[in-house]
């Protein structure tokens, strides 16, 4: 069912996975943990890499898709591509509820406090209520609603509409669009600066970052290369993070100028997360079934971390202790099975 058009709705957010085999890593955290998405058994795999084993095995909803952690850590979510949110126990590694969201969900995210989770649906964004483990809201949006951030105060969000070349600007407080912002074609991924005055977008079909001041609405394009399909930033705001899937590299862009700095080859990312802890970058590098590990101030790979299956999201943990990792069973695009 991954088609060119779920591709291009999905790309940043629907992780079909399998099992997950563990690997290695250079200088790896000490403690450090990852958690995998599996399609086959629908479930969580827990890995200790340090160890090198596997911890733990939870099994989740159909078609386990992007899964956030909660701020403490406590609590991972996880959405099911069959319209559920499974919520995850880290302690105890079991589910703990099982939560209907709209349909064929993709994004998701926590708020800063952890009271609230996003997800992104057909229907607009679900507002799930994390003390009751249930909807409270949904949010209607513009059309294709794929990725999703939240600000630093918590009191915006904001959502990408693939179709209509926008990002919705949702007061948290009201639960109502404040604003609609023009962008590039096929926005996808998107991401807020640390101190909440720049929204990064990455225009999936028009080969632009989108970077947009939150004080004025201003916006500006920086050309990227092919397709990019994931953005994200450093714990310091300083350096903003494009993948590119059919571009074969991850670019590492000065925030302040603008500049690309450096270009990171990687066969096949897809999406990657920045650990707060060592500022290493964590990078699902989907052909190669591996996670690739760069540190973006020399702008090389300094570590893999072999999977059995194809990578998709990827997450590090609040603490930087651990690292979630999502997985198809076929890689993606032309270079997949």
């Known amino acids: 069912m991954i088609g060119q058009h779920s591709f291009l709705k999905h790309n940043c957010a629907v992780f079909l996975a399998a099992a997950l085999v563990i690997g290695t890593m250079a200088s790896p955290a000490k403690g450090a943990s990852l958690y995998g998405v599996s399609l086959s058994g629908g479930t969580v795999a827990v890995i200790d890499i340090p160890q090198g084993r596997l911890v733990a095995t939870i099994n989740v909803g159909t078609q386990p898709a992007d899964i956030a952690a909660s701020p403490n850590g406590r609590r991972i979510y996880v959405v099911n591509t069959n319209g559920t949110v499974s919520v995850i126990n880290t302690q105890r590694n079991v589910v703990i509820k099982t939560i209907p969201v709209g349909r064929h969900p993709s994004g998701i995210v926590v708020g800063p406090l952890g009271r609230r989770v996003y997800v992104t649906n057909d229907d607009g964004v679900s507002v799930i209520n994390t003390s009751r483990n249930a909807v409270a809201k949904t949010i209607t949006v513009g059309r294709a609603p794929v990725g999703v951030a939240v600000s630093p105060d918590g009191h915006w969000l904001y959502v990408t509409n693939q179709a209509d070349n926008t990002v919705s600007v949702i007061d948290i407080t009201r639960e109502t669009i404040f604003k609609t912002i023009t962008v590039g074609v096929s926005p996808s991924s998107i991401a807020v600066s640390p101190n909440g005055h720049w929204i990064y977008v990455a225009d999936w079909g028009g080969n632009m970052l989108s970077v947009i001041n939150v004080q004025n609405g201003v916006t500006k394009n920086i050309p990227v290369v ?76 300094v570590g893999n971390i072999q999977l059995e299956q194809y990578p998709m999201g990827i997450v590090v943990s609040p603490a930087g202790d651990k690292v979630y990792v999502t997985e198809w069973r076929h890689a993606l695009g032309p270079g997949g099975g």
């Not at 494009?242 to 096949?268: C, M, P, Q």
């Not at 290493?280 to 702008?299: D, E, M, Q």
């Open 226 to 301: 092919t397709r990019p399909n994931w953005v994200a930033t450093d714990p310091t705001g300083k350096w903003i993070y494009v993948t590119s899937f059919f571009g074969h590299s991850v670019l590492v862009i000065d925030a302040r100028t603008g500049v690309i700095t450096k270009t990171i080859a990687v066969a096949s990312p897809m999406f990657l997360s920045v650990s707060p802890r060592s500022g290493l970058i964590y990078i699902a590098n989907n052909w190669a079934k591996r996670v690739s590990i760069s540190n973006p101030k020399s702008g090389k790979i």
